[in-house]
Every structure is written in C-alpha cells, then in structure tokens.
C-alpha cells in the first residue's frame, strides 16, 4: 500500500498546478459538492488488476514495478518501482480503496503489453469477462488502440476472450 501511494506521490503534480475544486458560496447553503481531487495520474497494468481483484494478478507485493498512466505531455521518467505509462487522454479514475485506478479494459490492456505467457493473458481477459467487469469488446478496443492485436498469444487469447462473451449472452 505504501509503495502505491509513494507511485502516486511522485507522479502528481505540484498543488499549485491542479485545477482548483469547486466550493459552494457559502458555507451551509445547498450547492455543488466538492469533487474528488482531479486524478493527474492513475495506477494501472497489473497493479491495478490485482486491485479491482483478479484472482489470475500476481499480489501487489510480488510485482517489482508499478504501472502509472500518465498524460503525454508530462516530463517524468520511470525510476524505483515506477514505471511510466504515457496516454494521449487520461481516461477518467475508477477510485479502489480510495486511490485513482485505470478502468479494468484499459489496465488489461497495459498489463497485456509487457506480458509474453499466453497462459496469462488468456487468464486475465477472461477472467474480466466472467466476472461481469467490462465487455469484450471494450478489451478488444483497447488492445486495438494499443497495437496490441499483432502478437499471436494476444490473437489467440482474444478469440478465447470473445468465445467467453459468447457463452454468457
């Protein structure tokens, strides 16, 4: 847990920088909440499958490093257990145990980018779909936006992936 927030500590940005929360006029008249803080980075890969659950995700203990996806444009470098995962857009956070994760089909994809088992990936794919956490063809999408979909153990696990969507409709 503390190796989390130390990710998360060194991939936010300085206070000065965020955009301000919105706080209602007065103190005590009805108004808009103050929102969760803006997430600038979000802990996804691995790490944040095995915090959505997966039983097929290695425990956050046993990984050496620490996906973070961050906005392109950000000047940081992977370092430690950080490593740096760069996105056009930052999808918005899916808060687990109150830190900002990516959305399982965008964790499974980064995941699925550094993994070679096809074993593993196969598991984790289907494991998604089983459990009701996100259809296949959002996974598809975003193992498509990653060009992902040319590697034969990904092929065939998404064919393992989209027979699974099959049997539960």
Do not use: K
Request: with cysteine; hydrophobic share 45%.
């Amino acid at each position: 847990e503390e190796r989390l927030h130390a990710a998360l500590l060194y991939t936010a940005r300085p206070p000065s920088s965020r955009p301000a929360p919105r706080i209602p006029a007065q103190p005590g008249t009805p108004g808009p909440h103050t929102p969760r803080p803006v997430a600038d980075a979000l802990i996804t890969g691995l790490a944040a499958l095995a915090l959505h659950g997966f039983s097929c995700a290695p425990p956050l203990p046993s990984l050496d490093t620490i996906d973070v996806l961050v906005p392109r444009m950000r000047r940081l470098r992977s370092t430690g257990c950080v490593r740096i995962v760069r996105t056009t857009v930052l999808p918005p956070p899916v808060f687990v145990a109150g830190l900002p994760v990516a959305a399982v089909p965008r964790a499974l994809a980064d995941a699925v980018a550094d993994l070679t088992d096809g074993e593993t990936v196969r598991g984790l794919l289907t494991e998604a779909v089983r459990r009701g956490l996100c259809e296949p063809r959002s996974v598809v999408e975003e193992l498509t936006a990653a060009q992902l979909l040319d590697r034969p153990h990904v092929i065939d696990a998404v064919d393992s992936l989209v027979a699974e969507g099959r049997a539960i409709a």
